[in-house]
């Protein structure tokens, strides 16, 4: 996958300030392309696939809903879903998403994830999980934890 | 002397060719004067084409929404376009709905000003002003809730609603290095002409909460452009049942302060205020106090998860359920009843739905998104 000019003008939507205060790429030094070729060949790794973790997260947070920002209990998970005024456009300028956090506790081992409508639609769209030190990255093992232990 | 001869060089062909560039630029983009008419010829505005059709407008005092000041990535700043300005452009599209398409509305911060344009506007725009103010007082009134209280310079008045709202101009700070705009609903009551308060929340990761809450001082300079937004207590008898949670207080603060000082407690008025617990509650003594010299207001807060150490005797569980319990038991069915929900599009869709079990179909909300 090359640097086309959607994924460059995409990382650059990504530096801080840009669209959130600590950006999307934490303190990552690579390209765009090398962080989600790396993810995706560990997703494949895992024995993952994108579409059916955003579909089970999605879910999650649809429940997390009904907590009206309390946290629930959905089968192995605490869920808790906070909601911000206004809304954050993607990086990839495809879309904008409300600002809607899910915090998802695995029950039986404690792991959580935390993400945002806007990381659902990375994830599920572009493979993206967020660079290294970025503090809503999604890393892929975490991810098995928590939605699969 | 000829190893400064090369940098020379390629200095003075960049000089030349930065002025080829904007001597090009000067006419290739240059459209003249022309043409923006606002509702059919109520308001004719003669420009200079050529800029973004945001910009422009706001060139001219006319302020149209917009969250992220003209950068194409909130999608608020929409308008309606009565003339042709062109296909829809690829930063357009996402943020539009094919009935918003059918209707020809576009991003004004995307189309430029480059022939005569028609334009309809709601009227209510004329109304807004961009305004400098200097922060007054800044308060925690929570762990994660700031009292942003702003003097009003230039000019010194505002003139608003009770429940709308402004959009705070955030500068640049840190390594942000372009200024952003944030809605905000106004917590004062618009008897304070001087003066606009805000209840701002710390979003984590948030460019402009985190502003607010970490490099905000007494004392700056901010900007701020408004009144916007049609939340506001409507004009009848009707009973009042108002619920809001965390900052979501702030538009119905100004309303039931509004209420009270221009003697309007004849009608009953129910707030609800749902929290998780004791450290989310705020302004109590400011509603209690209320309820004390207004017979016909009720305060209710309802805590989801009180600790010990809150030594909490109120209501306890979800809003919703308190809600319920109250409109099934507690507040009287003998008069018409209007909901105001401030919060998360889940909290107002839980209301909503809880007041059409009981008949409540005038509701009006101020949906976060």
């Known amino acids: 996958m090359k640097m086309t000019p959607k994924y460059i003008k995409a990382q650059e939507n990504m530096k801080p300030g840009k669209i959130t205060a600590d950006g999307f790429l934490g303190n990552d030094d690579r390209n765009l392309v090398d962080i989600i070729t790396t993810d995706e060949e560990e997703f494949s790794l895992l024995g993952m696939d994108f579409i059916e973790v955003a579909k089970l997260m999605r879910k999650l947070m649809k429940e997390g809903l009904k907590g009206l920002g309390q946290p629930i209990i959905y089968d192995k998970w605490e869920i808790k879903v906070d909601e911000a005024r206004g809304h954050l456009p993607c990086p990839f300028q495809d879309g904008i998403f409300r600002k809607c956090v899910a915090t998802v506790k695995n029950l039986k081992n404690g792991k959580e994830i935390v993400y945002s409508e806007l990381s659902l639609h990375l994830l599920a769209a572009h493979h993206f999980l967020q660079g290294k030190g970025s503090k809503f990255r999604l890393e892929p093992t975490l991810i098995k934890e928590v939605l699969y232990d | ?369």
């Open chain 2, 1 to 369: 002397m000829s190893v400064f001869i090369a940098p020379l060089i390629v200095a003075g062909l960049t000089t030349a060719l930065a002025i080829v560039i904007t001597i090009v630029d000067a006419i290739v983009n240059n459209y003249g004067e022309v043409q923006i008419d606002i509702n059919n010829g109520k308001r004719v505005l003669k420009v200079r084409g050529g800029a973004p059709l945001l910009t422009t407008l706001s060139s001219e005092g006319i302020f149209v929404p917009s969250a992220c000041g003209g950068r194409g990535s909130c999608g608020a700043c929409k308008v309606k376009v009565l003339s042709d300005v062109g296909p829809y452009l690829p930063t357009e599209i996402p943020y539009m709905s094919k009935e918003e398409i059918a209707k020809n509305i576009r991003l004004s911060c995307q189309i430029k000003v480059k022939k005569p344009i028609k334009i309809e506007l709601p009227e209510e725009l004329f109304n807004i002003r961009k305004f400098k103010g200097i922060v007054e007082s800044l308060k925690d009134v929570t762990y994660d809730i700031k009292e942003v209280r702003i003097r009003l310079v230039e000019p010194a008045e505002i003139s608003f609603k009770a429940g709308q709202y402004a959009q705070l101009v955030i500068p640049p700070y840190d390594n942000i290095r372009e200024s952003t705009q944030r809605a905000y609903s106004i917590s004062s009551p618009p008897s304070d002409k001087n003066h606009v308060e805000f209840l701002i929340r710390l979003v984590p990761g948030g460019i402009a909460t985190t502003y607010v809450h970490k490099y905000m001082k007494e004392g700056d300079v901010l900007e701020l452009v408004g009144p916007f937004g049609d939340f506001y207590m409507r004009d009848t008898n009707a009973d009042m049942i108002m619920v809001a949670g965390g900052s979501g207080m702030a538009p119905i603060k100004s309303i039931l302060l509004d209420m009270y000082e221009r003697g309007i407690t004849h009608r009953r008025v129910w707030y609800f205020f749902g929290a998780r617990s004791g450290r989310d509650l705020y302004y109590l003594e400011l509603f209690r106090e209320l309820e004390k010299h207004w017979p016909n207001f009720k305060f209710i807060p309802a805590l989801s998860e009180p600790r010990p150490e809150d030594n909490w005797d109120g209501e306890v569980g979800l809003i919703t359920t308190v809600l319920e319990r109250y409109l099934e038991s507690i507040i009287p069915k003998d008069n018409s009843k209007e909901g105001y929900l401030c919060g998360s599009p889940g909290m107002i869709n839980a209301c909503i739905q809880v007041f059409e079990r009981f008949g409540i179909k005038e509701v009006y909300y101020d949906k976060f998104a």
